[in-house]
């Protein structure tokens, strides 16, 4: 029998797992719906020898010091410091706007201008929320701060969230930055890298351990049911002792018993072409032209050589659970969905052995080094608890 078993084969469900066989020598079972681990962060290599990212791409970049050096024994890394680029009005421009985006939309002389009012005003190398140039005084830069709004954040927001201008949240609005420097990274964090091997052999080295198996193709609810009078977990028909990590979708847990808990979607295609470069960055994004949010060049990101190149883009939709095809991308946080999350939540805080972590589980958007942080953190709770 196994003292713990996992939904879902992600960073969430692969950390924990790796943690509990590794240190605490106990069995675990994962269990997993995919034909393959590593869930939205898998990756493979193409005929042409270039590392595509099934669910769209995917950088490391984190400040956590303990997940950098916890992932580093099951990887190599590449340095890679990730670019936006924007195409506006027929520019590619750096995104998030910065100085340099400005030279490349206004006339030198303007440009120059607006840079120094910048500076003046707020200093180099500070953030300005863009709701703050709305507000000034001087009309150069409250014009800067409505054409940002228009051509760099309005439609790609309307796009991404499917969504109308007045739909749009005044609040993370007001957020959008805008960068009083020339640096045009995306990330500034203190770690940045791309695993040299790819991601999914990250997974391989994780889980392959005696006391781990795995079953793939397999959704959890062939094999595990709730009682929610007893507040017990059945595992084949048997009432199961050890403890559930699930990192699966907590709707899907109780049935949807509740409602749905709405997320944006994401139908992603690919495209093989024969010529080297495709586009300029990595990841380039369309806010105002076509229905698709961004390309991205998959090569750009190991610096990988071929005749050939792949791109991929990114068209969102909304997510219907019904729909194989379809997978839960983003969660639409508001008000009445996170009350909806919090309604699950406290359904599962009665059963003492079901435990969630990840980003389906928690229903939150996060980063890699966010779950995998998390679940580093309940491993620990799990090791005090005993
Ligand atoms: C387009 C996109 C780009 C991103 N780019 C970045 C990036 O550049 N950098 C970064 O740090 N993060 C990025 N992320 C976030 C990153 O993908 C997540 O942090 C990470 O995948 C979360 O891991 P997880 O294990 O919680 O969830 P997942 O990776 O989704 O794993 C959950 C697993 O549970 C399985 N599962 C679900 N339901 C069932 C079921 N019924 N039965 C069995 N198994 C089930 C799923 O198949 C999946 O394998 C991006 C996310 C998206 C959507």
Redesign the pocket.
């Known amino acids: 029998m196994f003292d713990y078993i996992i ?8 950390v924990i797992a790796e943690r509990i066989a590794n240190v605490l020598n106990k069995k675990v079972l994962i ?4 034909n ?7 990756d493979f290599k193409n005929k042409n020898g270039i590392t595509i ?1 099934k ?8 400040n956590f010091e303990n997940v950098y050096t916890y992932l580093s024994k099951f990887t190599e890394w590449k340095p890679y410091q ?1 670019k936006v680029l924007g195409v506006i009005d027929g520019q590619k421009i750096p995104i998030p706007f910065n100085l340099n985006s400005l030279q490349k939309i206004f006339s030198e002389e303007k440009a120059k201008v607006i840079s120094k009012k910048l500076i003046a005003n707020y200093g180099f190398g500070t953030n300005v929320p863009i709701l703050d140039l709305l507000k000034s005084d001087d009309k150069d830069l409250k014009k800067l701060a409505e054409f940002i709004y228009e051509k760099v954040f309005k439609n790609y927001t309307m796009k991404q969230w499917g969504i109308t201008p007045d739909q749009i949240d005044p609040a993370v609005t007001a957020r959008v930055p805008v960068s009083i420097s020339n640096d045009d990274r995306y990330f500034h964090d203190k770690f940045q890298f791309m695993p040299v091997k790819g991601y999914s052999q990250i997974f391989d080295k994780m889980l392959s351990h005696k006391n781990i198996e795995i079953l793939l193709n ?4 062939d094999l595990i049911k709730l009682d929610e009078n007893l507040k017990q977990v059945f595992f084949k028909g048997k009432i199961f002792t050890g403890q559930l990590i699930f ?3 907590i709707d ?1 847990l109780f049935e949807y018993k509740f409602g749905y808990l709405p997320y944006r979607s ?1 139908k ?1 295609e690919f495209e093989n072409l024969p010529e080297k470069e495709f586009q300029t960055a990595a990841v380039e994004n369309y806010p105002n032209d076509f229905d698709f949010t961004r390309i991205t060049e998959f090569k750009k990101f190991m610096n990988e050589q071929s005749d050939f190149t792949t791109i991929a883009r ?1 068209f969102p939709l909304s997510y219907n659970p019904k729909n194989d095809d379809l ?4 969660p639409i946080r508001n008000i009445d969905n996170d009350k909806l999350f919090e309604k699950y939540k406290s359904e599962v805080e009665q059963f003492p052995n079901i435990f969630l ?6 229903y939150k ?7 995998i942080n998390n ?1 580093l953190n309940l491993f620990d709770k799990l090791v005090k608890n005993g």
């Open positions: 939904v879902g084969a992600g960073f969430s469900g692969s269990i997993e719906k995919k393959h681990l590593g869930g939205h962060c898998y990212h669910y769209g791409p995917h950088i490391f970049h984190t990730h397999t959704n959890f609810k990192t699966g979708s899907e994401l992603i990114e997978n839960p991308y983003y972590v990840g980003r389906l589980a928690e958007y996060f980063n890699m080094d966010n779950v679940s």
